[in-house]
């Protein structure tokens, strides 16, 4: 079983930066993509950004400029830096891990951690 430890959310002052974590845990071969989504209250879950595993990233024009990803295929883990932050970048904040693979020949399945809250304060 995979699972996927973030850390580093917190609350801010609009302008600061926090630097989010996950590390997916268990046996893994592969990860193909690894991502940070975000959902505030009344409004739909939303990609923030993403990462493949030889570094094409994308990310939502919202957060263009101001966060960065990056993930360290040997640990497993992926980071995301978010400078520049907005009132409006307040949510909780979903690392995903899809089409993990556990074996060579296993096919791939996505993953969720719990969820890291970042509010930034005006």
């Known amino acids: 079983q995979v699972q996927l430890v973030e850390s580093g959310g917190g609350l801010v002052q609009a302008g600061g930066s926090l630097r989010l974590s996950c590390t997916a845990a268990?046996?893994?071969?592969?990860?193909?993509?690894m991502g940070w989504y975000r959902q505030a209250p009344g409004n739909q879950r939303e990609l923030v950004a993403t990462?493949?595993?030889?570094?094409?990233?994308n990310y939502a024009d919202a957060v263009k400029g101001r966060f960065t990803i990056s993930r360290d295929n040997a640990k497993n883990t992926s980071y995301l830096q978010m400078n520049g932050l907005k009132p409006e970048d307040t949510a909780l904040y979903y690392c995903?891990?899809?089409?993990?693979?556990?074996?060579?020949?296993?096919?791939?399945?996505?993953?969720w951690g719990q969820g890291t809250q970042v509010t930034v304060s005006s």
């Open positions: 995903n891990a899809d089409r993990v693979r556990t074996t060579p020949w296993s096919s791939g399945r996505d993953y």
């Open positions: 268990g046996r893994i071969f592969s990860i193909s993509v």
């Open positions: 990462m493949t595993a030889i570094g094409d990233t």
